[in-house]
Antibody, heavy 121, light 107 residues
Framework: EVHLVESGGGLVQPGGSLRLSCVASGFTFSNYWMHWVRQSPGKGLEWVANINQDGSETYFEDSVKGRFTISRDNAKKSLYLQMNSLRAEDTAVYYC??????????????WGQGTLVTVSS | DIQMTQSPSSLSASVGDRVTITCQASEGIGKYLNWYQQKPGRAPKLLIYDASNLEIGVPARFSGSGSGTHFTFTISSLQPEDIATYFCQQYYNLPLTFGGGTKVEIK
């Protein structure tokens, strides 16, 4: 059974940094594109970033470009999101999600339970 | 970026009713459209991919149709366990974008 478990969320001051992690199990992690999607409290879903199987391709939503970095460690079956220069508008539940094996843009067929990031002074 | 406009934003219906949600893309996306269900406090769950294909294990009362810019999601007979928010999502290109969601409640 596929499982994705995020961690690393918490309260951080504006301008601060946070690193989210997502550990995968139940599938061959290294075969899939992986994504981060966020959801502000009571609001809709916003795609944040994705990364290809070997980490050589990454894409970001415009508002996080230059501030967020996505990476992965296939040996550890782990996905990461390094978030720097955090702003109040980055406050959200962050989900990791599994994409496809062939395309950067795809459906997201499995999601983790999410980790809450709160940016506030 | 492709904008996804979903309507209505909320609806209230009785058990057994037919429920329809629409999603309009700001440009043609072929059939690169998915539908998700999100229950309170839970992660989204993929229900329908490629506009009309039911994910394994999803009840047949859920269906989707459409192509290009106009898409429809239907629950043929609303059940109490269907109370949730439903989102459409395009994957024609990056950035992936989602509709604003439709909150479905029981009347």
């Amino acid at each position: 059974e596929v499982h994705l478990v995020e961690s690393g969320g918490g309260l951080v001051q504006p301008g601060g940094s946070l690193r989210l992690s997502c550990v995968a199990s139940g599938f061959t992690f290294s075969n899939y594109w992986m994504h981060w999607v966020r959801q502000s409290p009571g609001k809709g879903l916003e795609w944040v970033a994705n990364i290809n199987q070997d980490g050589s391709e990454t894409y970001f939503e415009d508002s996080v470009k230059g501030r967020f970095t996505i990476s992965r460690d296939n040996a550890k079956k782990s996905l990461y999101l390094q978030m720097n220069s955090l702003r109040a508008e980055d406050t959200a539940v962050y989900y990791c999600a599994r994409g496809e094996d062939v395309a950067a843009a795809s459906d997201l067929d499995y999601w983790g339970q999410g980790t809450l990031v709160t940016v506030s002074s | 970026d492709i904008q996804m406009t979903q309507s209505p934003s909320s609806l209230s219906a009785s058990v057994g009713d037919r429920v329809t949600i629409t999603c309009q893309a700001s440009e043609g996306i072929g059939k690169y459209l998915n539908w998700y269900q999100q229950k309170p406090g839970r992660a989204p769950k993929l229900l329908i991919y490629d506009a009309s294909n039911l994910e394994i294990g999803v009840p047949a009362r859920f269906s989707g149709s459409g192509s290009g810019t106009h898409f429809t999601f239907t629950i043929s007979s609303l059940q109490p366990e269907d109370i949730a928010t439903y989102f459409c999502q395009q994957y024609y290109n990056l950035p992936l974008t989602f509709g604003g969601g439709t909150k479905v409640e029981i009347k």
